[in-house]
């Protein structure tokens, strides 16, 4: 059985899997957030993150297991895909994200 639902290994796929999130990059990343995650659980401060790059890096597996993991910080996670109205209009943004 593949650890991939795609048999292509081409296939830009979600990585839920957090063993099968490598990189030194991405788990240098990974534990910076979490870091961040800790200290804020541990001030009771609220922090936003965005997480913004190049097609294919890596972002959406990243949310994902911040998304996973985000309980164990007393965080939750939102996450919010940005469409061309949103981005034109800050109004539009605001009231999705409030919504």
Not at 25 to 42: E, F, G, M
Request: net charge positive.
């Amino acid at each position: 059985m593949s650890l991939f639902k795609h048999p292509n290994p081409f296939h830009r796929t979600i990585l839920g899997n957090r063993e099968l999130f490598v990189g030194e990059k991405h788990l240098t990343l990974l534990k910076r957030i979490k870091d961040q995650l800790k200290r804020n659980s541990i001030s009771n401060q609220s922090k936003s993150f965005i997480i913004s790059g190049d097609r294919g890096v890596g972002k959406s597996s990243l949310l994902k297991i911040i998304s996973s993991e985000s309980t164990d910080y007393n965080a939750i996670s939102v996450n919010l895909t940005l469409y061309d109205k949103m981005v034109l209009e800050s109004s539009e943004f605001f009231f999705v994200l409030i919504k």
